[in-house]
């Protein structure tokens, strides 16, 4: 990029062109939506599909939306959705099989790779889509179905104005400000009667956009407010979660028992690998038609929560919830820094959210290293207790 | 000449796409016990050389029913044809084992990583199978046998339940005429007819001979089995840096995409199924992970 | 109230011990208590104790990953659980669980062993009581592998 300045200002009046341009460019623009009593991520097809005036609020086990007293576009935190719902959909088909007398004859179906905006990406699930990069694109092998899709996406972010009750992305450096992953990354800003958004231009692509829509540079005073929008951020953050040695914390402790604790709670839902950005378990599901000569080959969406997930001839590995449960969690914040070389968790709070019963990721961290010092000296006194003899 | 395969040719080699199965034919099936048959395969897509190394596995797809790793029973210097042996235990197989000559399947693969034949040049060689566990294991022996020289001396103790199960029966015959290899064969419970060993596997350990501080043990079998085989190898003062050992999982994708196969941080169907022992000593030991 | 060695003689294993190897063997134990359920000890945990049941009911149990744990055998009153700690590498080989609320008497193990090193005598009662409970466990195994209920042609 050459020497103009970083950041320009779009104004609210403005915003349907941004909509407008990217159309026109052929993309899909798809985004946050109120539905059924959340903000989804669906098609917008213009911008008055958006949340304006719209807030949520979340706890363990709970989510609400309230009105704003303000119109703004994008304030309020993440919801049941991520990207992960378009870059690796939930379902799709592999291929399809004839069976003519003994001839196997099996097609890939071609990788319908839709182009697609994606508007309103937070910082966090930046994070979690460069996570899912490294599973899909950056390993031994390639998903080429997700390598497609993810090249063909725009992503237009939105620092956060406002944090979630659930969310811990300072704590797992990820947010609340984005710093890469994004062609334009937007801050919106309501201030002295004003509505605009500071527009931060990331890449070739976004620069490209940005051309084509009303936008002038941002003076010094504006730049400022946006910086006081993510500085106050920053300080919102609903829970945290101590992530020193955590990746040797939890592999200290698989035997601890909060892991009773915890599955004495858990319903084993598995809400949250489905509302997890970064969870991306599936299975396979093969099909045929009633004549057996047309199969078809599935995939799903998979969670490791259910009892068939680690099943082989003769029962499952991990029978109990207690094991399951532990499986998700050691594998969200330990393991996969083994497997990828980062977390898995991006402090996005949707699990704590979504979890019917509340379980809260940061609290169970907490507890195994608060008590971890305690475990170990009731180990030597294991078995034993003394009575009075009689 | 063997050469060992890149990735890059694994993935030509067996598969086009590693998600997509390709046609094989079934050249030949032949049941080798009540529930255990081996079938040897062509390619339909005119795939003369199959690369693969000792302990990999292929997807194995059946036509509407479904797909399941199976382990290579076949030797790798013969590459011209793919050797499965499998055990029906649930619908795919038992549909696998119901195919007849002419019949095609879906294969995807190779996958996995293999038994440390090169490791084990200049070494003894204790190979310790149990039950279908000798199918992953026997293009180690087609491999160790084909450039017998290389290695010290060469023992293959092998349990299974009953007489009956016996696999390779013939084969394992042929290599005890051969004089070069010590072969040990026990049952859990035998019939009127048996007059070898009876007492679980561990037992042969004691009649192995190898020098424990220059061998390669290899283990396949039961995941029990396997937990006392190594407690014997360890008593008989082999390092845990010289067992490897086959572990098993669900699995779907086979290429690190699904997460069915996860154990611990390692993937199976990549970083197994064979591990060196040491590696996961603990995880071995953590009960439903 | 009983002291500790009167209950202790009460037991088959103690009889026939003279009055010194049972004060010895008083010296080593300790009354405990299993909760129905409690894990008693996991197969690899180094084995330093040995349990005469008072009451109650033990399981003597293996772990195999798709089954999950697999009751072996079960121990009652009157009987004594595990051998581990007198033969090395001194190793549980197995889990034990009790099964139903359970009395127990708690010898160490490790202690006696080291006793019987410098006392044969003592050294000698332990091992012929160990060698009588190993055998009838041997042979009742080797029933249980006979499977002489199942139909046979």
């Given at each position: 990029?050459?020497?103009?300045?970083?950041?320009?200002?779009?104004?609210?009046d403005?915003?349907?062109?941004?909509?407008?341009?990217l159309?026109?460019?052929?993309?899909?623009?798809?985004?946050?939506?109120v539905?059924?009593?959340a903000?989804?991520y669906?098609?917008?097809?213009?911008?008055?599909?958006?949340?304006?005036?719209?807030?949520?609020e979340?706890?363990?086990?709970?989510?609400?939306?309230?009105?704003?007293d303000?119109?703004?576009?994008?304030?309020?935190?993440?919801?049941?959705?991520?990207?992960?719902k378009?870059?690796?959909p939930p379902?799709?088909?592999?291929?399809?099989?004839?069976r003519?007398?003994?001839?196997?004859?099996?097609?890939?179906?071609?990788?319908?790779?839709?182009?697609?905006a994606?508007?309103?990406?937070?910082?966090c699930?930046?994070?979690?889509?460069?996570?899912?990069?490294?599973?899909?694109?950056?390993?031994?092998?390639?998903?080429?179905r997700y390598?497609?899709?993810?090249?063909?996406?725009?992503?237009?972010?939105?620092?956060?104005?406002?944090?979630?009750?659930?969310?811990?992305?300072?704590s797992?450096?990820?947010?609340?400000?984005?710093?890469?992953?994004?062609?334009?990354a937007?801050?919106?800003?309501?201030?002295?009667?004003?509505?605009?958004?500071?527009?931060?231009?990331g890449?070739?692509?976004g620069?490209?956009?940005?051309?084509?829509?009303?936008?002038?540079?941002?003076?010094?005073?504006?730049?400022?407010?946006?910086?006081?929008?993510?500085?106050s951020?920053?300080?919102?953050m609903?829970?945290k979660?101590?992530?020193?040695?955590?990746?040797d914390?939890?592999?200290?402790?698989y035997?601890?028992?909060?892991?009773?604790?915890?599955?004495?709670?858990?319903?084993?839902?598995?809400?949250?690998?489905?509302?997890?950005?970064?969870?991306?378990?599936?299975?396979?599901?093969?099909?045929?038609?009633?004549?057996?000569?047309h199969?078809?080959?599935?995939?799903?969406?998979?969670?490791?929560?259910?009892?068939?997930?680690?099943?082989?001839h003769?029962?499952?590995?991990?029978?109990t919830?207690k094991?399951?449960y532990?499986q998700w969690?050691?594998?969200?914040?330990?393991?996969?820094?083994?497997?990828?070389?980062?977390?898995?968790?991006v402090?996005?709070?949707?699990?704590?959210?979504?979890?019917p019963?509340g379980i809260?990721?940061?609290e169970?961290?907490d507890?195994?290293?608060?008590?971890?010092?305690?475990?170990?000296?009731a180990?030597?006194?294991?078995?034993?207790?003394?009575e009075?003899?009689g | 000449?063997?050469?060992?395969?890149?990735?890059?040719?694994q993935?030509?080699?067996?598969?086009?796409?590693?998600?997509v199965?390709?046609?094989?034919?079934?050249?030949?099936?032949?049941?080798?016990?009540?529930?255990?048959?081996?079938?040897?395969?062509?390619?339909?897509?005119?795939l003369?050389?199959?690369?693969f190394?000792?302990?990999?596995?292929?997807?194995?797809?059946?036509?509407?029913?479904?797909e399941?790793?199976?382990?290579i029973?076949g030797?790798?210097a013969?590459?011209?044809?793919?050797?499965?042996?499998?055990?029906?235990?649930?619908a795919?197989?038992r549909?696998?084992g119901?195919?007849?000559?002419?019949?095609?399947l879906?294969v995807?693969?190779?996958f996995?990583?293999s038994?440390?034949?090169?490791?084990?040049?200049?070494k003894?060689?204790?190979?310790?199978?149990?039950g279908?566990?000798?199918?992953?294991?026997?293009?180690?022996?087609?491999e160790?046998?084909?450039?017998?020289q290389?290695?010290?001396?060469?023992?293959?103790?092998?349990?299974?339940?009953?007489?009956?199960?016996?696999?390779?029966?013939?084969?394992?015959?042929k290599?005890?005429?051969r004089?070069?290899?010590?072969?040990l064969?026990?049952?859990d419970?035998?019939?009127?007819?048996?007059t070898?060993?009876?007492?679980?596997?561990t037992?042969?350990?004691?009649?192995?001979?190898?020098?424990?501080?220059?061998t390669?043990?290899?283990?396949?079998?039961?995941?029990v089995m396997m937990?006392?085989?190594i407690?014997?190898?360890?008593?008989?003062?082999?390092?845990?840096?010289?067992?490897?050992?086959?572990?098993?999982?669900?699995?779907?994708?086979?290429?690190?995409?699904?997460?069915?196969c996860?154990?611990?941080?390692?993937?199976?169907?990549?970083?197994?199924?064979?591990f060196?022992?040491?590696?996961i000593?603990?995880?071995?030991?953590?009960?439903?992970? | 109230?009983?002291?500790?060695?009167?209950?202790l003689a009460d037991?088959?294993?103690?009889?026939?011990l003279s009055?010194?190897?049972?004060e010895?063997?008083?010296?080593c134990?300790?009354?405990?208590?299993?909760?129905?359920g409690?894990?008693?000890?996991?197969?690899?945990?180094e084995?330093?104790?040995?349990?005469?049941?008072?009451?109650?009911?033990?399981?003597?149990?293996l772990?195999?990953?798709?089954?999950?744990?697999?009751n072996i055998?079960?121990?009652?009153?009157?009987?004594?659980?595990?051998?581990?700690?007198?033969?090395?590498?001194y190793?549980?080989?197995?889990?034990?669980?009790a099964?139903?609320?359970?009395?127990?008497i708690?010898?160490?193990?490790?202690?006696l062993?080291?006793k019987?090193?410098?006392?044969?005598?003592?050294?000698?009662?332990?091992?012929?009581?160990?060698?009588h409970?190993?055998?009838?466990?041997?042979?009742?195994?080797?029933?249980?592998?006979?499977?002489?209920?199942?139909a046979?042609?």
């Amino acid at each position: 990029m050459s020497d103009d300045p970083c950041n320009f200002v779009l104004e609210r009046d403005n915003f349907q062109q941004l909509l407008d341009v990217l159309a026109k460019h052929g993309y899909r623009v798809v985004g946050p939506t109120v539905r059924d009593g959340a903000i989804v991520y669906d098609t917008l097809s213009s911008a008055a599909d958006l949340p304006a005036g719209w807030t949520d609020e979340q706890n363990g086990g709970t989510y609400r939306l309230r009105r704003r007293d303000d119109q703004a576009l994008f304030g309020y935190a993440v919801g049941p959705h991520s990207w992960k719902k378009f870059l690796h959909p939930p379902v799709v088909r592999l291929w399809q099989a004839t069976r003519d007398g003994n001839r196997l004859d099996i097609r890939e179906d071609p990788h319908e790779s839709p182009k697609m905006a994606f508007l309103g990406v937070r910082s966090c699930e930046l994070h979690a889509i460069a996570i899912q990069d490294r599973v899909f694109i950056q390993g031994q092998h390639v998903e080429s179905r997700y390598k497609s899709r993810r090249e063909q996406a725009f992503i237009v972010a939105v620092n956060c104005g406002q944090a979630g009750g659930t969310c811990f992305c300072v704590s797992m450096n990820t947010g609340p400000k984005a710093t890469s992953g994004f062609d334009l990354a937007l801050t919106e800003v309501l201030e002295d009667g004003r509505h605009y958004f500071l527009v931060e231009v990331g890449t070739e692509s976004g620069a490209d956009v940005l051309r084509e829509l009303s936008h002038r540079s941002a003076a010094k005073a504006e730049e400022e407010a946006a910086e006081r929008v993510h500085a106050s951020t920053v300080q919102q953050m609903g829970r945290k979660m101590d992530t020193v040695d955590i990746k040797d914390l939890l592999y200290r402790n698989y035997e601890h028992p909060r892991w009773d604790n915890v599955a004495s709670r858990c319903l084993t839902c598995a809400n949250c690998t489905m509302v997890c950005p970064t969870c991306f378990c599936t299975t396979v599901e093969d099909v045929t038609d009633l004549k057996g000569e047309h199969a078809e080959r599935w995939q799903k969406w998979d969670s490791c929560f259910t009892m068939d997930f680690s099943y082989i001839h003769g029962g499952s590995i991990r029978a109990t919830p207690k094991s399951r449960y532990r499986q998700w969690m050691t594998h969200k914040l330990a393991t996969w820094i083994d497997q990828f070389g980062t977390s898995g968790c991006v402090g996005c709070g949707r699990c704590i959210t979504w979890c019917p019963v509340g379980i809260d990721i940061t609290e169970e961290v907490d507890a195994i290293r608060k008590s971890e010092s305690e475990t170990s000296a009731a180990k030597e006194n294991h078995g034993n207790t003394t009575e009075n003899p009689g | 000449m063997f050469m060992k395969p890149t990735v890059e040719e694994q993935t030509v080699h067996g598969s086009l796409h590693p998600m997509v199965p390709q046609p094989w034919c079934v050249r030949r099936l032949r049941w080798e016990t009540e529930d255990t048959f081996t079938f040897e395969l062509t390619s339909e897509n005119g795939l003369t050389k199959f690369c693969f190394l000792p302990g990999q596995f292929n997807m194995l797809y059946v036509f509407g029913i479904g797909e399941v790793p199976i382990s290579i029973s076949g030797a790798p210097a013969k590459a011209g044809s793919l050797v499965h042996t499998v055990r029906a235990v649930g619908a795919a197989t038992r549909a696998l084992g119901s195919l007849k000559r002419g019949a095609h399947l879906g294969v995807r693969g190779p996958f996995g990583s293999s038994w440390p034949v090169e490791e084990a040049t200049g070494k003894d060689v204790v190979i310790v199978a149990g039950g279908i566990g000798l199918a992953p294991l026997r293009p180690v022996i087609y491999e160790v046998l084909a450039k017998r020289q290389r290695f010290g001396r060469v023992c293959l103790l092998y349990g299974t339940r009953t007489p009956d199960d016996i696999l390779y029966i013939k084969e394992l015959e042929k290599w005890r005429e051969r004089g070069d290899l010590q072969i040990l064969v026990t049952v859990d419970r035998a019939g009127q007819n048996w007059t070898g060993n009876v007492g679980v596997v561990t037992t042969l350990l004691a009649k192995a001979q190898f020098d424990p501080d220059n061998t390669v043990a290899m283990v396949c079998g039961p995941e029990v089995m396997m937990r006392f085989t190594i407690r014997e190898l360890q008593s008989r003062g082999m390092g845990v840096n010289d067992i490897y050992i086959s572990m098993e999982r669900n699995m779907k994708c086979a290429v690190g995409f699904c997460g069915h196969c996860q154990y611990g941080p390692t993937f199976i169907c990549k970083d197994g199924p064979i591990f060196r022992y040491d590696r996961i000593q603990h995880l071995f030991a953590i009960r439903e992970i | 109230m009983e002291t500790l060695q009167r209950i202790l003689a009460d037991h088959p294993f103690a009889r026939g011990l003279s009055d010194k190897h049972l004060e010895l063997l008083t010296g080593c134990a300790s009354n405990v208590r299993f909760e129905a359920g409690q894990e008693v000890f996991r197969e690899g945990e180094e084995a330093n104790e040995f349990y005469l049941i008072r009451e109650g009911k033990m399981s003597v149990e293996l772990f195999a990953p798709e089954r999950g744990s697999v009751n072996i055998l079960t121990l009652g009153e009157g009987d004594v659980l595990g051998w581990s700690w007198l033969v090395p590498p001194y190793r549980w080989r197995f889990d034990a669980r009790a099964i139903e609320p359970t009395r127990a008497i708690a010898l160490d193990g490790k202690c006696l062993r080291e006793k019987a090193e410098r006392d044969s005598e003592l050294g000698y009662e332990l091992l012929k009581r160990m060698a009588h409970i190993m055998e009838e466990r041997l042979h009742a195994t080797r029933l249980q592998l006979l499977n002489v209920y199942e139909a046979h042609s």
